[in-house]
């Protein structure tokens, strides 16, 4: 019996095919919209994760501002300054490195090539604090640090792309309206988390940063601190935030206009945030699923209407209700999976095309799959009851009296 209910369902659905494809759009558009987000979703987690992971468990990172913020420093918070950061590496016990950190975006000139990158202001430490590897040459040296040298570490693409077929070092970049020796090539490292050549960056010693581009004397916009051991962190941060209370004057019990983030809170913020909107975004799209579950019960209270006599003749012959019933519901249900297994097909592709622009990997969810498929077949069966049961109590004799 199910054998010939299903033969019916696709003969059904094969001679209206157009009709059959309007119907299921909703649920196509939804089940894509679902897929896609939801792969995304997973993708930018894992992304996340691997970029916390490269730059260490053990990592705390020191910014103006009463609260997190990813972008960097509250306006209404007062910079860093060069003495804190020699201060936290006199007072703090269990620090591996420490790193002041400054930057801007400012023009670079290379021979005849000019190109706008991202100016960086650092200390050696940075190659422990965040995993920065120089592949070729060397880092700064503290002599060159203190007095402030003329010279840089280049990034990847600055190498490849402005000093094709030279020896990098050795070479001279003008910065802004200084020149320096480029002595360092750092790893290439790609496109950033959300955005953006991590490998255009041109880094300077701290102190040629703060006189020679920024003109800001001892300020600096963030320092990111190495913990020894990643179970004494809580400690760190602990005699970290009471040397920088004392140094800033903050009162006790007054809110801190400084803010230390530790890696772990900021991935999960981060993975806590892209789920919350993983879940809102898919519970819209998954509107469209009602919607292509309302077309479909529509396009069957239509299709029995027209199959009246068909209807009639058939309980006439001896079909049960049961039979007429479980027609109709195992078309509408077809209709629906099939939808959704476009919808699938379409949402994996759309993820696989999208992952790569927006720098983040391609994650295949089966279990997501796999609810979307269940998902989208059982909003035909629920939407296709109505328009069941009413063909399974149709009148025999009134049926066959249709035209």
């Known amino acids: 019996?199910?054998?010939?209910?299903?033969?019916?369902?696709?003969?059904?659905?094969?001679?209206?095919?157009?009709?059959?494809?309007?119907?299921?759009?909703?649920?196509?558009?939804?089940?894509?919209?679902?897929?896609?987000?939801?792969?995304?979703?997973?993708?930018?987690?894992?992304?996340?994760?691997?970029?916390?992971?490269?730059?260490?468990?053990?990592?705390?990172?020191?910014?103006?501002?009463?609260?997190?913020?990813?972008?960097?420093?509250?306006?209404?918070?007062?910079?860093?300054?060069?003495?804190?950061?020699?201060?936290?590496?006199?007072e703090v016990v269990g620090l591996a490195a420490i790193a002041p950190y400054s930057q801007r975006m400012d023009q670079i000139v290379i021979g005849n090539e000019n190109r706008r990158v991202n100016i960086v202001g650092t200390t050696s430490d940075i190659s422990i604090v965040r995993n920065w590897k120089v592949v070729e040459g060397r880092l700064f040296t503290p002599s060159e640090e203190r007095s402030g040298k003329s010279v840089c570490i280049i990034g990847a693409t600055i190498r490849e792309e402005m000093l094709i077929g030279q020896e990098p070092l050795g070479a001279t970049v003008r910065v802004g309206k200084m020149s320096c020796?480029?002595?360092?090539?750092?790893?290439?490292?790609?496109?950033?988390?959300?955005?953006g050549n991590q490998d255009a960056t041109v880094v300077l010693p701290i102190r040629t940063f703060q006189r020679r581009i920024a003109g800001s004397g001892e300020k600096v916009a963030q320092i990111f601190l190495s913990g020894d051991d990643p179970a004494s962190l809580a400690d760190v941060k602990t005699q970290l935030t009471q040397v920088m209370r004392e140094r800033r004057n903050i009162a006790t019990g007054a809110r801190a206009d400084f803010n230390i983030m530790d890696m772990t809170e900021v991935?999960?913020?981060?993975?806590?945030?892209?789920?919350?909107?993983?879940?809102?975004?898919?519970?819209?799209?998954?509107?469209?699923?009602?919607?292509?579950?309302?077309?479909?019960?529509?396009?069957?209270?239509?299709?029995?209407?027209?199959?009246?006599?068909?209807?009639?003749?058939?309980?006439?012959?001896?079909?049960?209700?049961?039979?007429?019933?479980?027609?109709?519901?195992?078309?509408?249900?077809?209709?629906?999976?099939?939808?959704?297994l476009l919808g699938i097909t379409l949402g994996l592709i759309g993820a696989a095309s999208i992952a790569p622009a927006i720098n983040v990997p391609f994650v295949f969810q089966p279990l997501t799959v796999f609810q979307a498929f269940a998902f989208s077949a059982i909003v035909g069966v629920v939407f296709g009851f109505m328009p069941a049961r009413r063909a399974a109590r149709l009148n025999p004799i009134e049926a066959l009296r249709h035209e």
């Open 267 to 340: 991935s999960n913020v981060m993975q806590s945030t892209i789920g919350i909107m993983t879940t809102f975004l898919s519970a819209i799209a998954a509107v469209s699923l009602l919607v292509g579950g309302i077309g479909i019960m529509n396009i069957m209270l239509v299709s029995v209407t027209e199959r009246t006599r068909e209807i009639g003749i058939r309980l006439a012959i001896g079909a049960t209700q049961r039979e007429v019933m479980l027609q109709f519901l195992v078309e509408a249900s077809m209709l629906s999976a099939f939808g959704g």
């Open 181 to 195: 020796e480029v002595i360092g090539v750092l790893e290439k490292k790609g496109q950033a988390m959300f955005g």
């Open 1 to 90: 019996m199910i054998g010939n209910t299903l033969v019916m369902a696709l003969r059904e659905i094969r001679r209206n095919v157009l009709r059959s494809g309007l119907t299921v759009l909703g649920i196509i558009i939804g089940v894509a919209a679902v897929i896609v987000i939801v792969t995304l979703g997973a993708g930018t987690t894992r992304q996340i994760g691997s970029e916390i992971s490269k730059m260490g468990s053990n990592m705390l990172t020191l910014v103006p501002g009463g609260e997190m913020r990813m972008g960097g420093a509250a306006v209404s918070s007062p910079p860093f300054e060069t003495t804190d950061v020699e201060a936290i590496r006199r």
